[in-house]
């Protein structure tokens, strides 16, 4: 059975999130303030 990873999302008008591709790593951080859509990030996946 093979393996599945994610390389990128591509988020289109959700929540806070109005139009963004986010590349993926191996690990990745989400950082920044209160109310900037890092749960939204999180609940768009």
């Known amino acids: ?7 990128s999302v ?3 008008g ?3 999130i109005k139009d ?3 590349e993926l ?3 990745n951080i ?3 303030p209160n ?3 890092k ?4 609940s768009a996946l």
């Open 1 to 7: 059975m093979e393996d599945v990873k994610l390389r």
């Open 10 to 12: 591509k988020i289109h």
């Open 14 to 16: 959700f929540k806070s």
């Open 20 to 22: 963004s591709t986010i």
């Open 25 to 27: 790593h191996d690990i």
């Open 30 to 32: 989400l950082i920044g």
């Open 35 to 37: 109310g900037s859509g």
């Open 39 to 42: 749960s939204n990030f999180i």
